[in-house]
């Protein structure tokens, strides 16, 4: 493969220099090309119909991704390399593989994702990680919303303090390419010549405030598979979950790949140091890349502080080792292992119900429609503000509370599985 030629199909390039610019990812990238090579030997089919899809959005292509999904027993989706779901045969739970988070557009992975976990049953699910070697930190990180009513804390990531990363930060404080205001950090290493900290203070690359932007979308208890082949920006999606007491985690052979780190192409590292006086950096012959990690992650939570990078995340209980009939007949005894975990869950935190639809402002007055189950009471809230709180049973009904605010923006509702306690277990959000 030509790690500088543009990809046939879709005029985008391919292998390592596709991750020359990027400053938010955190991959494995030779895990990645083999990845790659790999679907154009076993599934060149679902490679070439997502492409025309990205690239056209025409109904014939659209139609080419359900038909072969339909032939496939799996949900359509636009990104069919990225994603594989179906309900699980005569069950009440749903499955769905993330391969990879490798991906241009965090807004449009999270789309993909949504819909999908609208369409697969609601009383449980277990998502699937295994062997993910990472990609776009913030679709991982963006991701976690979905299935939590808990506000999500990003992942803090740390530079080393010396001379040259003060000058990265301090020259690139400001900038439009998400992930490259270092403006925080840049205060942090040139602090550490009196306090002698070897890293600087821990910020999030991904803002808080687009990590919470979406919401909870899926209401049921989730298992999520992982194994050491989950690597960096799929590690800190393993340890956000964790962190965020989101579900269980079912290991396949012991912690994730422990490479919680944020990675850049040497060719990215010498544009942005150059001019810089001192730099060692330059351009390498003969268009060779080089991959180095620029930022360590610390985890949240829980798990405040705990290092992320050498560490990864430990499952919880024994790790499981796969069967003959795993390796044979399509994981049988894994998925049969993360159903039996899905069944006590779902009596310790059953699936829940909670949407906030037919959203209006009329006047001084807000009508909206709850639809709850296994929830005893429903707070609404306007801009960050309290409106209303009402007591609930397996419900849909309109609703109508009076405002304070003339032009109300966001509307959120968090559902509660007893009166009087302190944290949500569903959350729902409208923007007006």
């Known amino acids: 493969m030509n790690l500088a030629a543009p990809a046939a199909a879709s005029g985008e390039l391919s292998g390592m220099a596709r991750y020359r610019a990027a400053s938010i990812f955190g ?71 993330i391969f990879s ?3 241009t557009s965090p807004d449009g992975f999270i789309d993909a994702c949504r819909s999908l976990l609208a369409r697969l049953p609601q009383d449980g699910l277990i998502l699937d990680i295994r062997g993910n070697p990472g990609g776009n930190i913030l ?31 301090e020259r690139h404080r400001e900038t439009a390419q998400p992930g490259l205001t270092l403006g925080l950090w840049a205060d942090s290493i040139r602090e550490s010549v009196q306090t002698g900290a070897p890293y600087s203070t821990g910020f999030p690359m991904t ?10 979308q899926y209401y049921g208890p989730v298992v999520l598979i992982t194994d050491p082949l989950c690597y960096s920006a799929t590690d800190i999606f393993a340890a956000g979950f964790q962190d965020h007491g989101i579900g269980e985690i079912l290991g396949v052979g012991g912690r994730t790949g422990a490479g919680g780190a944020n990675v850049w192409q040497h060719s990215l590292v010498e544009a942005l140091m150059r001019g810089i006086p001192g730099s060692p950096f330059a351009l390498l012959p003969r268009d060779t ?54 069944d006590y869950l779902s009596q310790v935190h059953p699936s829940r119900v909670l949407k906030l639809t037919d959203v209006v402002v009329q006047g001084n007055q807000l009508s909206f429609t709850l639809a709850t189950r296994n929830l005893v009471r429903v707070d609404v809230w306007v801009d960050n503000r309290p409106l209303q709180s009402y007591n609930v049973i397996d419900e849909r009904r309109p609703r109508t509370a009076p405002l304070t605010l003339a032009t109300p923006r966001r509307v959120k509702a968090l559902g509660f599985a007893s009166y009087n306690a302190p944290e949500p277990v569903a959350l729902a959000r409208v923007r007006i």
Request: hydrophobic letters at 40%; a positive charge; glycine letters at 6%.
């Open 289 to 342: 890349g080089m991959t180095v990690s620029i930022r360590r992650c610390l985890r949240v939570g829980d798990n405040a502080d705990l290092l992320l990078e050498d560490f990864g995340v430990v499952p919880d209980g024994l790790p499981y080792r796969m069967t003959r009939r795993d390796l044979l007949s399509g994981n049988t005894d894994l998925i049969a292992e993360a159903v039996r975990r899905l």
């Open 101 to 103: 988070f490798d991906v």
């Open 27 to 97: 991959i494995d990238i030779q895990a990645a090309l083999i990845g790659d090579a790999r679907k154009q030997f076993f599934a060149k089919k679902w490679v070439k119909a997502e492409r025309a899809v990205v690239r056209t959005r025409a109904r014939p292509q659209v139609r080419a991704i359900q038909r072969l999904a339909h032939e496939s027993g799996y949900l359509p989706t636009e990104l069919p390399t990225v994603f594989r779901a179906y309900p699980l045969p005569e069950s009440r739970y749903g499955y769905l593989r």
């Open 139 to 169: 679709a991982a990180e963006k991701l976690l919303q979905l299935f939590t009513p808990r506000r999500i804390q990003p992942a803090r990531m740390q530079f080393i303090n010396t001379r040259l990363t003060l000058a990265l930060c």
């Open 207 to 216: 803002p808080e405030s687009d990590a919470n932007e979406v919401g909870q």
